[in-house]
């Protein structure tokens, strides 16, 4: 499907829009919100769900770079005027000042639930950091080491951990002690709307990873616009039609980079059209960028000091609006998901020799949560083939996630199994035996498992997990 641009971006003076998407608006009904304050040399994404829901995906800048306005301000500035906001989830990228130094003060100020969670990748900092000491502290009774593979419920939508301490899910890992390469990377995915944002991740772990993440709507650049991520092998994979750059003004490091920013404008999006405007690039603050390409947008127009550049996206699933005040003219476009569909190669009997060998594809259709009755948002899903386990995925399905080879007949067994990991973990799980023949065969089920919450005051409650699996036999 191609996408265009609904509306023509232009840039102009700062009038009437700018007062109104100055202060972020929480949508409509089911509606998914992702916001990046201004936070100059930085990082941070806040996500709401269309319940109020809130992840908060790093805090930090640099002490030398303040922000037109303190991180907790805004969001206590958001809280008071979303009443449904809560802040459910803290996520650590990785341990660097400029993704984590506001954390400690979010978390002092109250904002975070509770019974909220704070997910990093656990262990230690290498290098001695006043700053994760703070951290370390005030997290304590809050910290979780989140899981690879693991998926955040968000109100319907879902945020899964692909990547993380230098592995990626179910297609490898490095062996690195750089902080930067250590970071955690996520897949945000509502309806047919996906986004990418991980930290400063490097080439490295990129061309590891990009076949995993796959066709994205929105990229959040990596390492704010370093030439050391960003590679164009890794956006040839993504394709994102709208790429978000959180950069300070000042910054001492040269961000963003030239180059980065000529592999992303020169990256094909989906479509492959370069004439309808995308793939488009915004800049929070301008940093070291002194070109005018009509598709490079600078959110924050007037420098530190001045109105924040606060970037606010919002999607109901099937399109989506990216405001800022930059932008006189919101960015609105219609998402693309690009879905992999298996290949099957059938034969008839009449053209198998007697000793032909098949190939038995394992072919996950679709996973989705069919209900979910308080018994919690923390779910990590497992799937298994003949007890060996592979990659689950909830998005870019239908997907081979097993193959093997051989003849006449066999017996493959599948199970699918779900944890909700609180401080009790419940577990659900679900089995199916497929016999099958060669040459030429295809059976389809599906496994629902259930999922009982066994303490507290939701004891007894439900959520029900539905997996469609299909089996197919091919010369």
């Known amino acids: 499907m191609c996408r265009a641009l609904l509306v023509k971006v232009v840039r102009g003076a700062i009038g009437l829009v700018v007062l109104i998407v100055a ?71 990785h341990y660097h000042t400029d993704h984590i130094c506001w954390i400690d003060d979010v978390i002092r100020a109250g904002l975070l639930d509770r019974a909220g969670v704070v997910y990093d990748r656990g262990s230690n900092y290498s290098e001695r950091s006043i700053t994760f000491l703070a951290y370390k502290t005030a997290v304590r009774s809050y910290r979780k080491t989140i899981s690879l593979g693991q998926t955040i419920g968000l109100d319907g ?33 509502y ?19 990009k076949d995993v993440i796959g066709d994205v709507d929105v990229y959040v650049m990596h390492h704010h616009g370093s030439k050391t991520s960003s590679s164009m092998p890794f956006l040839s994979a993504l394709k994102p039609e709208v790429t978000i750059c959180q950069v300070g ?29 995308t793939p488009v690039l915004i800049l929070q603050n301008r940093g070291y960028y002194s070109g005018n390409n ?3 947008y600078i959110a924050d127009p007037d420098g530190p000091g001045g109105l924040p550049g606060t970037i606010e996206l919002k999607t109901d699933g099937t399109s989506y609006t990216i405001s800022a005040p930059g932008l006189s003219v919101p960015i609105s476009l219609s998402t693309d998901r690009a879905e992999e569909v298996p290949e099957t190669v059938t034969s008839t009997p009449e053209s198998v020799p007697p000793a032909a060998e098949c190939t038995l594809s394992v072919i996950l259709e679709s996973v989705e949560l069919v209900y979910n009755n308080h018994v919690g948002n923390d779910w990590y899903l497992k799937f298994f083939v003949n007890g060996q386990q592979v990659p689950v995925y909830q998005f ?3 997907k081979v996630v097993w193959t093997t080879t051989f003849s006449g007949m066999t017996a493959v067994t599948v199970k699918a199994q779900v944890i909700e990991e609180d401080k009790y973990p419940d577990v659900g799980f679900a089995m199916k035996t497929f016999t099958v023949t060669c040459p030429s065969h295809s059976q389809a089920a599906t496994l629902e498992v259930l999922v009982r919450e066994d303490r507290g005051r939701y004891a007894g409650n439900t959520a029900l997990w539905r997996f469609r699996i299909r089996v197919e036999t091919s010369l």
Request: glycine letters at 10%; proline letters at 8%; aromatic letters at 8%.
């Open 191 to 209: 309806k047919d709307f996906q986004l990418w944002v991980g930290g400063d991740l490097g080439k490295e772990i990129e061309i590891l990873a």
């Open 157 to 189: 939508a879902s945020l899964q951990c692909l990547v993380a301490a230098g592995a990626v899910y179910g297609d490898g890992a490095i062996s690195t002690t750089d902080e930067n390469n250590l970071s955690l990377g996520f897949l945000l995915a």
């Open 396 to 398: 870019g399905l239908p």
């Open 294 to 296: 009509p598709r490079v």
């Open 23 to 93: 202060i972020p608006v929480l949508g409509f009904p089911q509606e998914l919100l992702v916001i990046w304050p201004d936070i100059e040399q930085g990082a941070c994404t806040l996500i709401v769900g269309p319940n109020g829901t809130g992840v908060l995906i790093d805090a930090g800048t640099l002490y030398s770079d303040a922000p037109d306005v303190p991180l907790v301000e805004w969001l206590q500035t958001f809280a008071r005027s979303h009443r449904s906001f809560h802040l459910r989830y803290i996520i650590a990228t």
């Open 249 to 277: 003004e000042k910054n001492p490091y040269g961000h963003p980079h030239e180059l980065t920013i000529h592999s992303v404008l020169n990256t094909p999006d989906t479509d492959g059209d370069p004439t309808n405007g």
